[in-house]
């Protein structure tokens, strides 16, 4: 069975650094693209960031471009995502995610496996 | 453009069939994927590229799509299945991962 755990939420200041972690399971982790997906309080989903299964290659959302920072252990099993320059609007639940990479027309990239997410509060 | 644009609610009784609707004019070249989010848990894919259903998911879910337009089609609803609907793709340029708002269904 497919496993994704999140851990590293919790309060900041704006300003501040948070580092998230995903420990996964039940599939060959390195061959597999993972990702963050967030939702705000009340709001909708998100994509924020995704990496290769190599960690060579990542995608970083707009509004995180420049902050935050995807990696990956692949000896371990683990994803990260390094939040820096944090501010009042990341305030969300994080998901981590298995990231399934399609190459049709366009590539594609999807979520079809989702942690229970980890909240991450920034405020003074 | 990058955005997918859905209707904030949607209500059937049970046994009716439901329609959520995306729209967005990446969608004419694009596939589209449907996620369920029921109250408090992690989404779970419902639909991938238009209209294929991941194993697991009933058979009274589907998807389709017209020109800039995707649907999702919940046959004969259940009070089960309410939740906040979401559609997604990448945008024209495929650069991009785009979430629509939402659509909440409730079933009552």
């Known amino acids: 069975e497919v496993q994704l755990l999140e851990s590293g939420g919790g309060l900041a200041e704006p300003g501040g650094s948070l580092r998230l972690s995903c420990a996964a399971s039940g599939f060959t982790f390195t061959t597999e693209a993972m990702g963050w997906v967030r939702q705000a309080p009340g709001k909708g989903l998100e994509w924020v960031s995704d990496?290769?299964?190599?960690?060579?290659?990542?995608y970083y959302g707009d509004s995180v471009k420049g902050r935050f920072t995807i990696s990956r252990d692949n000896s371990k099993n683990r994803l990260f995502l390094q939040m820096n320059s944090l501010r009042v609007d990341d305030t969300a639940v994080y998901y981590c995610?298995?990231?399934?990479?399609?190459?049709?027309?366009?590539?594609?990239?999807?979520?079809?496996?989702w942690g229970n997410g980890t909240t991450v509060t920034v405020s003074s | 453009s990058s955005e997918l644009t859905q209707a904030p609610s949607v209500s059937v009784s049970p046994g009716q069939t439901a329609r959520i609707t995306c729209s967005g004019e990446?969608?004419?070249?694009?596939?589209t994927y449907w996620y369920q989010q029921k109250s408090g848990q992690a989404p779970v894919l419902v639909i991938y590229?238009?209209?294929k259903r991941p194993s697991g998911i009933p058979e009274r879910f589907s998807g389709s799509t017209s020109g800039t337009m995707a649907t999702l089609t919940i046959s004969g609803a259940q009070v089960a299945d309410e939740g906040d609907f979401y559609c997604?793709?990448?945008?024209?340029?495929?650069?991009?991962?785009?979430f629509g708002g939402g659509t909440k269904l409730t079933v009552l």
């Open positions: 990446a969608l004419a070249k694009t596939y």
């Open positions: 995610a298995k990231v399934e990479v399609r190459r049709l027309n366009f590539n594609y990239y999807y979520v079809d496996v």
């Open positions: 997604f793709s990448t945008d024209i340029t495929g650069n991009h991962r785009v």
């Open positions: 590229e238009d209209n």
């Open positions: 990496i290769s299964g190599s960690g060579s290659g990542s």
